[in-house]
């Protein structure tokens, strides 16, 4: 549905997107990840041919972004960043606003306005202006924008940004209702979104793409290591050797834990050691008799991921001058 090819945008000398080339199939929901200034937005707006590529080509729905604009506009629903609004145009009045530019043929606009009321939920607010409803509604009458002429393709920019949990909660929701029949690309710096929401996972950083793949399989690149966290009641020096005897255990580390009496280790496995380590590490602590009081296996999480991927190396220069 979208091919992006060796892509490249610069502001001046400063590449915000660097030859970066990706695939997206119909009916995918694609996360776009990164750090502040990783080029997420710059992507997102050449895609949607509001922004001219510096090199590279686009083609959405089969057409080509530069050369046939109008018929990707067409097929693309876009909520950019910060959603720009009317602060003084009521609610209704934005929707009659955006059918009269997408050019909604008029047998279908009772129908299409019926439809985004209720898909995102606006009917209590229509009267209302922009400029005085509260940041999720807002950020609702975006999407419902975006998505009033049932375009296949969608493109969000930080849909849940500023909102609150429960807000939050609602615009996920109903953006896996969209993604269930839309080829669907939204950017996020927040984790758990994207491992709730997407298909798949890009991680931008500094205008590069630094990782690809679905939210499992970046969360089983971070590591194959197998660590169990265990607490018991008993003395370390006994707990350390016995558990460093489990021939599929790498080492073993003592926890600082606050409490008298209770003995933390961290047992961690061998590289590559198929196997699942809690029935062994439970087996030495049974064996031995101690009072088990916690066990679990640790994952490096997506999290782990995004920081090895982008850390020490975000730092934007504009910024910094900024401040200096
Ligand atoms: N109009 C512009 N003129 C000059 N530089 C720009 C312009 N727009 C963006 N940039 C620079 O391009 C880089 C990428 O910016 P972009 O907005 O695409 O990042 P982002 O990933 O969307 O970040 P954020 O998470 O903060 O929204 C940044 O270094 C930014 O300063
Ligand atoms: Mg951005």
Same mark, same amino acid.
């Given at each position: 549905?979208?091919?992006?090819?060796?892509?490249?945008?610069?502001?001046?000398?400063?590449?915000?997107?660097?030859?970066?080339?990706?695939?997206?199939?119909?009916?995918?929901?694609?996360?776009?990840?990164?750090?502040?200034?990783?080029?997420?937005?710059?992507?997102?707006?050449?895609?949607?041919?509001?922004?001219?590529?510096?090199?590279?080509?686009?083609?959405?729905?089969?057409?080509?972004?530069?050369?046939?604009?109008?018929?990707?506009?067409?097929?693309?629903?876009?909520?950019?960043?910060?959603?720009?609004?009317?602060?003084?145009?009521?609610?209704?009045?934005?929707?009659?606003?955006?059918?009269?530019?997408?050019?909604?043929?008029?047998?279908?606009?009772?129908?299409?306005?019926?439809?985004?009321?209720?898909?995102?939920?606006?009917?209590?607010?229509?009267?209302?202006?922009?400029?005085?409803?509260?940041?999720?509604?807002?950020?609702? /009458?975006?999407?419902? &924008? =975006? *998505?009033?002429?049932?375009?296949? +393709?969608?493109? %969000?920019?930080?849909?849940?940004? @500023?909102?609150?949990?429960?807000?939050?909660?609602?615009?996920?929701?109903?953006?896996?209702?969209?993604?269930?029949?839309?080829?669907?690309?939204?950017?996020?710096?927040?984790?758990?979104?994207?491992?709730?929401?997407?298909?798949?996972?890009?991680?931008?950083?500094?205008?590069?793409?630094?990782?690809?793949?679905?939210?499992?399989?970046?969360?089983?690149?971070?590591?194959?290591?197998?660590?169990?966290?265990?607490?018991?009641?008993?003395?370390?020096?006994?707990? /350390?050797?016995?558990? &460093? =005897? *489990?021939?599929?255990?790498?080492? +073993?580390?003592? %926890?600082?834990?606050?409490?008298? @009496?209770?003995?933390?280790?961290?047992?961690?496995?061998?590289?590559?050691?198929?196997?699942?380590?809690?029935?062994?590490?439970?087996?030495?602590?049974?064996?031995?008799?101690?009072?088990?009081?916690?066990?679990?296996?640790?994952?490096?999480?997506?999290?782990?991921?995004?920081?090895?991927?982008?850390?020490?190396?975000?730092?934007?220069?504009?910024?910094?001058?900024?401040?200096?």
């Amino acid at each position: 549905m979208i091919t992006v090819t060796s892509l490249s945008k610069y502001y001046g000398r400063q590449a915000a997107v660097d030859d970066i080339s990706f695939e997206v199939p119909k009916g995918q929901i694609l996360g776009l990840l990164g750090p502040n200034g990783a080029g997420k937005s710059t992507t997102m707006r050449m895609l949607t041919g509001y922004l001219a590529p510096t090199s590279g080509s686009i083609s959405v729905a089969g057409h080509d972004v530069l050369t046939e604009s109008l018929a990707v506009r067409r097929a693309i629903g876009y909520l950019p960043e910060n959603n720009p609004l009317y602060d003084d145009m009521n609610v209704l009045d934005h929707l009659q606003f955006v059918v009269r530019m997408r050019e909604i043929p008029a047998a279908q606009v009772r129908e299409r306005l019926r439809s985004v009321i209720d898909v995102c939920g606006l009917r209590e607010v229509l009267e209302k202006s922009a400029g005085q409803i509260s940041k999720g509604y807002r950020q609702r /009458l975006g999407l419902a &924008q =975006a *998505i009033i002429h049932d375009p296949p +393709v969608l493109i %969000l920019d930080e849909p849940t940004s @500023g909102l609150d949990p429960n807000q939050i909660g609602e615009i996920r929701q109903l953006i896996k209702t969209l993604g269930s029949e839309k080829t669907l690309i939204l950017s996020t710096h927040i984790l758990p979104e994207v491992q709730s929401t997407c298909d798949r996972i890009l991680i931008m950083n500094r205008g590069k793409l630094v990782a690809d793949g679905s939210p499992d399989e970046l969360a089983a690149r971070a590591g194959s290591e197998e660590i169990v966290r265990v607490l018991f009641k008993g003395q370390p020096a006994a707990g /350390l050797e016995k558990l &460093q =005897a *489990i021939p599929a255990v790498a080492r +073993v580390e003592e %926890l600082a834990v606050d409490e008298p @009496g209770v003995t933390g280790m961290l047992v961690i496995g061998r590289e590559g050691e198929a196997g699942d380590l809690r029935e062994l590490v439970y087996e030495v602590v049974r064996d031995e008799g101690w009072p088990l009081l916690e066990l679990y296996r640790q994952r490096l999480s997506l999290e782990d991921v995004f920081k090895q991927l982008t850390l020490g190396e975000n730092v934007d220069e504009d910024d910094v001058r900024r401040v200096a």
